[in-house]
Structures are given as structure tokens and as C-alpha cells.
């Protein structure tokens, strides 16, 4: 396939303009539909911009939503292979699919005590952390206030999203 570049994305019909950026953020394709009128985009930068802007205005109940489309890290959709490609990706590179019999056990206890507290999965950009630091990241938020936790899941998100554009625009 061609490079993709700003400058052809900007001239794409709207239909594929939307479903090239459908997964950028995970399974919320409204976020793509919402900014495809904004079109052109100076940059990666500016496209980013206008798609968090459009998950920031969106209702609460959308934005949790959209925390809620996220996958377990090492749950069971990895291990059923029914991850989205950009999530099976992610969650390889930090090695969460290579883990012990034990880090398994501790990461589906944390990944329930998680959503037990707070109504979404755990998310967190794994592209920027190792495998250890996940784990403490992972203990660390378990104890945040929920309202502090809410931001910070959406702006993991945010970044995850910067990080899925980068690797689908060259
Ligand atoms: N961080 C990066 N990718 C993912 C994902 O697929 N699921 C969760 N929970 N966090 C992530």
C-alpha cells in the first residue's frame, strides 16, 4: 500500500476518510465521523487535536463509553485473539503476551479490582512503558479518586490515539 500521507488522507472520499480513521480510537468510529467535516488538516497534529477535541466536548456518558470499548490488557480477548490489530500490537510490544503463569494471575486480579472501582478497564499507553512498569502504573492508579482516574484513563486514550496516527501516517 502507498504511504499514506496528510495530504492524501485530506483528499480521500468521506466514507474512506472515516473508516481509515474508524480505530483510532478503539471501536468509537464517531470520534472519526465527528472531525471528517473539519477536513483539511495542516498535520498529524492538527488531526489529533480536533479528535481529542471532539472526545473532550462529547458527553460523559460517550466518553465513558469509549473507556469502556478498551480491552483488558492481557485479558480474554488476547488470549481468544479477538483483539483489534492496533490492541493486539500494543499490548505484544510491552510483552503482555509473554507473561508468567503468576503475572497473568496478578494482572486478572488487578484487571477486575480495576474495573470493580471504576467501570472501565485499566488503559494505559503500554507503547511507552515496560512490562514492569505497567504492573506498578497498574497498582499505583488502582488508588486514585475516581474522578482523577477518569481524566487520566482519557488521557491515555488521547495518547494511544497520537501513537496510532503516527504509525499510520508516515
Ligand atoms: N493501552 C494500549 N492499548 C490498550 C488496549 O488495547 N487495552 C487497554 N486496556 N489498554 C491499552
Redo the contacts with the bound molecule.
Keep these: 500500500m502507498p504511504t499514506l500521507t496528510m495530504h492524501r488522507l485530506n483528499g480521500l472520499p468521506e466514507a474512506q476518510f472515516r473508516d481509515i480513521l474508524s480505530g483510532i480510537f ?1 471501536r468509537s468510529p464517531w470520534v472519526a465521523d465527528a472531525v471528517e467535516p473539519h477536513r483539511p488538516f495542516a498535520d498529524l497534529q492538527a488531526l489529533h487535536r480536533a479528535m481529542v477535541a471532539a472526545v473532550a466536548t462529547a458527553p460523559r456518558a460517550a466518553q465513558l463509553a469509549l473507556l469502556r470499548a ?4 492481557a485479558g480474554k480477548e488476547a488470549q481468544d485473539g479477538t ?1 483489534t490489530a492496533s ?1 493486539t500490537g ?2 505484544k510490544s510491552a510483552g503482555l503476551d509473554r507473561l508468567t503463569r503468576e503475572q497473568m494471575q496478578t494482572i486478572a486480579r488487578n484487571n477486575q479490582a480495576y474495573k470493580t472501582r471504576f467501570g472501565f ?6 507503547r511507552n512503558h515496560t512490562r514492569d512498569g505497567i504492573f506498578a502504573a497498574f497498582q499505583r492508579r488502582l488508588d486514585n479518586e475516581a474522578d482523577a482516574e477518569f481524566e487520566t484513563a482519557l488521557r ?1 486514550v488521547y495518547e ?1 490515539a497520537r501513537l496510532r496516527l503516527e504509525t499510520l501516517l508516515a
Design positions: 478503539e478498551h480491552p483488558d490488557l483483539l490492541s500494543e499490548q478497564p485499566f488503559i494505559i499507553r503500554v491515555e494511544i
